[in-house]
């Protein structure tokens, strides 16, 4: 229940939040704490009895929205039955149930799932499953994994050593041996024109097949990449990407990832991501919107001819994983959530939805300091710019998509900043209102414009 700013028990928190927890990506001096109290839908109130939209679901989390009483109850009767049993070896029913699930609702033979409790975790698994994989079919030197300019994966030292933000990795040198980044989200020509691959057509893969050929297919093994990237600022893929970068790849016996961490479950208007973008993955990762984030869950699924490497003696087994792999309260939990999303059609939803969400935040490139916006279904990007004409990003100093961010905030709407703090991402849970869409779009219109007052625009 919100408590008010004088209330005693919202200083005490605030106090604590400051002098003991330790957030992730935060620099707690000069914080001004924000502390969530409670949530409905779309709607989230912090402890002072501020109500904003939750245009970020959390963290591209909460896709069927907050508050969904069929969730808890599924955890409650599971918790009532059986709270935790491992799955090494043996296993429980709702990890079964929630394997099967999965598997049927991916297309083809990606018919295997390995279930972890996040995305980091997930990504850490898939590729070490990529590199066993070629150790199995007797190719242990098959152990470079190629990632992209602008990626995101996680924090894990697997995540961090794919990651294609600078300011995520540097700190923490040296990383893993063995990854190998493209120099560019898509290709060469897309990120010197900074069209993101608009202009972008044959040239597109040729950077994957560069760096193969530089380093040998026998040494690559492994093309890991988010079907669109998002934390790097939301850029959908021309559509000739995937399907060039897959044939490259099974034409040099190297596996292809698909991290669909967010996008997997429906947010870009179909089940996966790269159903839409032509990808047939060997092997694809999972988190978020598995089970909305009410409680910590993720996945990797895998086809059958990577599967079927890993059958046979006892040195073909995979030889990883972790406690928790397998939760019996998470996976009902993530079969609740999955219900709900097959029986509301929030799929179908994300996708008429979602061209009504796109339309408006298009309006939005009106700005002079909007270089762009784009998206799929219910997420989507805005970066902003110095000089439109050239796309020159505004120096960091001046912070513009910041300024803009907290203006929204005071304006009651969470956007989330990233793409190295040149733009936004706008990802709302699938039941989010068309007024409360208009809600956004006005409230993100009116905060540019202020910010554009004050940097003389
Ligand atoms: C594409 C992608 N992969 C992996 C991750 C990491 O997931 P987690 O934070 O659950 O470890 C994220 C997180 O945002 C992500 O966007």
């Not at 200083?11 to 330790?22: I, R, S, T, Y």
């Not at 790269?274 to 990762?285: A, H, I, K, M, R």
């Not at 219900?339 to 008429?352: D, K, S, T």
Request: glycine share 12%; net charge negative; charged share 20%.
């Amino acid at each position: 229940m919100a408590q008010g700013f004088d209330d005693p028990g919202t200083q005490q928190l605030q106090q604590d939040f400051l002098g003991h927890l330790w957030p992730p990506f935060t620099q707690m001096q000069g914080l001004k704490p924000i502390i969530m109290d409670r949530a409905e839908g779309a709607v989230v109130y912090d402890t002072e009895g501020n109500e904003y939209i939750d245009a970020f679901a959390s963290l591209w989390t909460v896709n069927v929205g907050h508050g969904r009483t069929e969730i808890y109850d599924a955890i409650k009767a599971q918790m009532e039955k059986l709270a935790i049993y491992h799955i090494f070896q043996i296993a429980n029913e709702p990890s079964i149930k929630l394997a099967a699930k999965v598997a049927a609702l991916m297309p083809g033979d990606l018919d295997h799932v390995f279930l972890t409790l996040g995305g980091g975790e997930s990504v850490e698994t898939a590729v070490k499953m990529a590199r066993q994989y070629h150790r199995n079919r007797g190719h242990g030197t098959k152990y470079m994994v190629l990632f992209r300019d602008r990626s995101y994966h996680g924090t894990t030292m697997t995540a961090t050593s794919a990651q294609g933000l600078s300011m995520n990795r540097q700190k923490f040198e040296p990383l893993l041996p063995g990854f190998i980044k493209l120099g560019a989200p898509y290709c060469y020509r897309c990120a010197w024109h900074k069209t993101y691959g608009e202009d972008c057509k044959m040239e597109c893969a040729k950077v994957v097949e560069e760096e193969i050929a530089f380093y040998g297919a026998d040494n690559v093994g492994t093309m890991l990449g988010e079907t669109m990237i998002g934390t790097g600022g939301v850029i959908p893929p021309p559509p000739e990407y995937w399907p060039m970068v897959n044939e490259i790849c099974k034409a040099n016996d190297v596996l292809v990832i698909n991290d669909e961490v967010i996008t997997g479950f429906g947010r870009t208007g179909t089940w996966f991501g790269f159903q839409q973008l032509g990808s047939n993955p060997d092997l694809v990762t999972f988190a978020k919107g598995l089970s909305s984030g009410y409680l910590p869950l993720g996945a990797v699924g895998a086809r059958d001819h990577v599967y079927e490497a890993f059958l046979g003696g006892g040195d073909k087994t995979f030889m990883s994983g972790a406690t928790y792999n397998g939760h019996p309260l998470c996976s009902a939990a993530g079969l609740a959530n999955l219900e709900i999303i097959e029986r509301e059609h929030l799929v179908e939803r994300c996708a008429e939805v979602g061209a009504y969400f796109q339309e408006g935040l298009k309006t939005l490139t009106a700005h002079p300091i909007v270089g762009d916006v784009r998206g799929m279904g219910l997420v989507a990007g805005i970066e902003y710019v110095k000089d439109k004409a050239t796309r020159e990003w505004f120096p960091p100093a001046v912070g513009a998509a910041m300024k803009v961010r907290d203006e929204a905030f005071r304006r009651g709407v969470f956007v989330r900043l990233l793409g190295g703090g040149h733009c936004h991402a706008i990802a709302p849970p699938f039941i989010i209102s068309k007024e409360q869409i208009d809600t956004v779009v006005r409230v993100l219109d009116e905060s540019i414009g202020v910010v554009e007052n004050e940097l003389g625009y």
